[in-house]
Structures are given as structure tokens and as C-alpha cells.
């Protein structure tokens, strides 16, 4: 694995150099959106609505519009320069409960892994949040955005699950729980019992993704059942200014290869000098005297 941001884990006095890690990763499998007749494949352009110019993602910066209809134009070094950004610190703010965290805050899992020579700080906080059953509540920063986390001990390891803001969990009223329906003695206890009969502890590694191992065996099914083609990708068409020199480069390159093989160049290019898809006609046979005037 490689890690994707290297800081320190501090909770009062004590720093602990850690560097960060991706805990999950995705196996979907990914696809191409095609042409259904000819299988080409479909691309989107980075195109500006005001130049019209395809951009690429160097010049591409952050925008913040306004309810007013105002833009304000963000760039890297206006993120950098935030307080927050800078810092590659991990600030415990304080210890709770591992039940008083609602699992709909977690988000993203990490790991840490101890930066230093000495790792026994990072093995002193993992066996304190063991022995106490609690988890740290923690601050960072990420990727441009300041995070709120949750530091708890999985295995061996310190794992930070970044979580929602309170506000950005939705509240819902359903109309349809208004009015509860009653329960009956009877009903409750045929209830909990098909739950008894189907109580198991928990074992991740039991289940698997159904839907994409068969996908996978479908896809491969068509790969060695002769439905593969070759399809040869074309560049994409460029635009503007390019575009110009993109079909002035076509042309000249039609010309020598014209005289090359002894061809006119209009007729490798079609009248006016540009290009042309059609075939050009056979040229007739010319004399000796017209070939040296041609050239």
C-alpha cells in the first residue's frame, strides 16, 4: 500500500508521527460507455462555455458562484495558504464511549501506521483506547477539507473513519409513523423467536458479492466465446487553433507522400488545399513534358 498523507497523531503532550492509509478499496468492475453500433468509444471534453476550447486539467481551477450570480475564482495556493490545510496534524479533541457514535457519521476508513524508530507512543495509545473502551474523537485536514474522525483500534492497528457534520445528516418524518400501529404480546414473541433462531456471531469473510463474481464469469464467458473484437481508438478531434494545425500537418504530410509516389498533391487533397475524405480520382496518364511542368 501506499500512503496518501504523512502528519502526526497528537493527544496532549504526546506525538506520534504516523503516516495514513486507504482501509477499503473498490472491486466493481468498471465500464466504458460505447457506440452501439460500431462499439467506439464515447468520450466527454472538458469544453469551456465561454471560449468553446477544450481545456485540460491543468487549467482547470475551483469556482464558488454566488446567490447573487457573482463567481470568485479559488485556486491551490488560496487552499494552501487556510490555516487548517497546512497542518498535517491529527488533534485528539477528546475520548468517548465507542457505543455513543452513531453509525451513520462514519464515512471513510484509514489506517495509521507509526512513522518513527520508536513506536512505542502509537502502541500506548492503541492499548489505553483498548483497556478503556473508548474511541478519540479527532480533527485533521484531508484532501482540501477539514475532517471530524473517529480514532479506534481494529487488530493491531489505529484506524481514523472520518464522519459527517451533524448537519449533513438528513432528519425525516415520515407520515406514515405517525400513528404506530399496536403491537401484540403474541406478535412480539413470535418475532423475537425467529430472530433467536436465526441469532449468529458476526463473520464478514462469509458473504461475498454475488453480483460481482457473476458478472465477472459473464464477462469472461463473452471474452473467450469469439463476442471480443480488436477496435482500433481514434485521437480525439481537436478544436480551434489546434484543430488548424492538426489538418495543416494532414495536408502536408498528404503532399510529400503525393510526390513520393508521383501524385499531384490537389488530387491528395482535394480542391481549395483541404483535406478530403472521398477517394481521389485515378489521374490520367500524363506526358513526360506535362509530368516536368507539374513538377
Given at each position: 500500500m501506499r500512503s496518501i498523507w504523512k502528519g502526526s497523531l497528537s493527544f496532549g503532550l504526546v506525538n506520534v508521527p504516523v503516516k495514513v492509509y486507504s482501509a477499503t478499496e473498490d472491486h466493481d468492475v468498471k465500464f466504458h460507455q460505447v457506440h452501439n453500433e460500431d462499439g467506439g468509444r464515447i468520450r466527454y471534453q472538458r469544453k469551456c462555455e465561454v471560449c468553446g476550447k477544450v481545456v485540460s486539467y491543468d487549467d482547470i481551477v475551483k469556482a464558488f458562484d454566488s446567490d447573487d450570480g457573482e463567481r470568485v475564482i479559488l485556486t491551490d495556493e488560496d487552499f494552501e495558504q487556510m490555516p487548517a490545510q497546512a497542518s498535517h496534524e491529527i488533534e485528539v479533541l477528546q475520548f468517548v464511549p465507542n457505543d455513543q457514535i452513531d453509525p451513520i457519521l462514519f464515512d471513510r476508513s484509514y489506517y495509521l501506521e507509526p512513522d518513527s524508530r520508536s513506536p512505542k507512543a502509537y502502541a500506548l495509545l492503541r492499548r489505553t483506547l483498548q483497556?478503556?473502551?473508548?474511541?478519540?474523537?479527532?480533527?485533521?485536514?484531508?484532501?482540501?477539507?477539514?475532517?471530524?474522525?473517529?480514532?479506534?483500534?481494529?487488530?493491531?492497528?489505529?484506524?481514523?473513519?472520518?464522519?459527517?457534520?451533524?448537519?449533513?445528516?438528513?432528519?425525516?418524518?415520515?407520515?406514515?409513523?405517525?400513528?404506530?400501529?399496536?403491537?401484540?404480546?403474541?406478535?412480539?414473541?413470535?418475532?423475537?423467536?425467529?430472530?433467536?433462531?436465526?441469532?449468529?456471531?458476526?463473520?464478514?469473510?462469509?458473504?461475498?458479492?454475488?453480483?460481482?463474481?457473476?458478472?465477472?464469469?459473464?464477462?469472461?464467458?463473452?471474452?473467450?466465446?469469439?463476442?471480443?473484437?480488436?477496435?482500433?481508438?481514434?485521437?480525439?478531434?481537436?478544436?480551434?487553433?489546434?484543430?488548424?494545425?492538426?489538418?495543416?500537418?494532414?495536408?502536408?504530410?498528404?503532399?510529400?507522400?503525393?510526390?513520393?509516389?508521383?501524385?499531384?498533391?490537389?488530387?491528395?487533397?482535394?480542391?481549395?488545399?483541404?483535406?478530403?475524405?472521398k477517394k481521389p480520382a485515378k489521374a490520367p496518364a500524363k506526358s513526360r513534358k506535362a509530368k516536368e511542368k507539374a513538377s
Open positions: 483497556e478503556t473502551d473508548r474511541t478519540a474523537v479527532v480533527h485533521f485536514a484531508l484532501r482540501q477539507k477539514t475532517r471530524l474522525a473517529a480514532l479506534r483500534v481494529r487488530g493491531d492497528v489505529l484506524l481514523v473513519q472520518t464522519m459527517l457534520w451533524p448537519d449533513e445528516v438528513r432528519e425525516v418524518e415520515f407520515p406514515s409513523l405517525e400513528d404506530a400501529p399496536e403491537i401484540s404480546d403474541k406478535e412480539l414473541k413470535m418475532s423475537a423467536s425467529l430472530v433467536d433462531s436465526m441469532a449468529e456471531d458476526f463473520h464478514p469473510e462469509e458473504f461475498t458479492d454475488e453480483y460481482t463474481v457473476q458478472l465477472k464469469e459473464l464477462i469472461e464467458a463473452k471474452l473467450s466465446g469469439g463476442e471480443a473484437f480488436q477496435i482500433e481508438e481514434k485521437e480525439e478531434e481537436a478544436t480551434g487553433e489546434d484543430a488548424d494545425v492538426v489538418d495543416l500537418v494532414a495536408a502536408l504530410r498528404r503532399s510529400v507522400d503525393a510526390r513520393k509516389k508521383g501524385t499531384p498533391a490537389k488530387d491528395a487533397e482535394g480542391e481549395g488545399g483541404t483535406t478530403s475524405r
